[in-house]
């Protein structure tokens, strides 16, 4: 399988994408930690999921956004498993709302969570990974980082700010046959919807409407691109944003 032998570490793994990809990774042959922050149930779920069908995973509660709860993660996946191949930067969080309404604690709350966590949890992923000379980071940002989005000035910021993130990155890490890259996902079905207010909520509605694959995007369609990017296959593949989104941001 193509990832046997790897170490896998998906930050926010308990639902969502981060479950998706985690299952992918699995399947695929490689060691997870499965990242969470609240939700021991579902972590665990992941976890009995993975292990069921003969994989192997283990659940790790950390706030990613806190530099000290990160490195406990990234090192307690070194020790662990003796090694880390793959680092996923997924979790995040929305706290929607106009600018004139936002409060500040909302906006440093998404930066903190989205943005802050993959310079935390690299900056001690690729330690390790420079003196294996071998990695594979790739975070998950979002079309509203490339496209804007009304509602959203906090998470389109951290989105935008993983991109640049990725491409600086991949270029201080690329001689260390690391790679470094981003996947912008598009609208996907998934609990974050859940929390956004009624009147952005109709705004992303007519949106959906101009997806022109005609379709909500599954966490399974952003999985399998990080799967590519994550695999040999990918090798020659560094601080590209792969925008997986129904064609909703093309132009
Ligand atoms: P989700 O279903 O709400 O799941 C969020 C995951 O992140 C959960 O596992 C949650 O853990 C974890 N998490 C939240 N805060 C965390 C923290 N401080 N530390 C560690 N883990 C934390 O969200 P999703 O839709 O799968 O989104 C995953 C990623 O994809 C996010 O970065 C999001 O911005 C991005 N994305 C999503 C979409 C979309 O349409 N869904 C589109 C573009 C990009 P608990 O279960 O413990 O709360």
Not at 68 to 77: G, N, P, S, T, V
Not at 90 to 113: C, F, S, Y
Not at 147 to 174: C, D, P
Request: charged share 20%; proline share 1%.
């Amino acid at each position: 399988m193509k990832f046997d032998g790897k170490i896998a570490v998906v930050t926010g793994a308990s639902r969502g994408i981060g479950r998706a990809i985690a299952i992918e990774l699995a399947k695929g042959g490689a060691q997870v930690v499965v990242n969470y922050h609240t939700n021991d149930e579902a972590a665990d779920e992941v976890v009995q999921t993975i292990n069921a069908s003969g994989g192997q995973a283990v659940a790790f509660q950390a706030d990613v956004g806190e530099f000290d709860q990160a490195e406990k993660l990234i090192k307690f996946a070194i020790q662990q498993f003796d090694d880390l191949h793959i680092l996923v930067n997924n979790a995040g969080i929305t706290r929607d709302g106009l600018i004139m309404t936002m409060r500040e604690q909302d906006w440093d709350h998404v930066i903190q969570t989205n943005l802050k966590s993959a310079f935390n949890c690299s900056k001690i992923a690729v330690r390790h990974m420079m003196r294996h000379r071998y990695g594979r980071i790739i975070n998950i940002t979002s079309v509203s980082g490339q496209m804007g989005n009304a509602g959203q000035t906090n998470y389109s910021a951290s989105k935008a700010g993983q991109i640049g993130f990725t491409k600086a990155l991949a270029r201080e890490v690329a001689r260390r046959n690391i790679t470094v890259n981003a996947i912008a996902a598009g609208f996907i079905e998934t609990d974050i919807w859940a929390s956004v207010p009624d009147a952005i909520q109709e705004h992303l509605d007519t949106m959906q409407e101009l997806i022109p694959l005609n379709r909500v995007g599954q966490p399974e369609d952003i999985a399998k691109a990080v799967a590519f990017l994550a695999s040999d296959d990918a090798a020659y593949i560094t601080g590209h944003v792969l925008t997986v989104d129904g064609g909703l941001g093309m132009y």
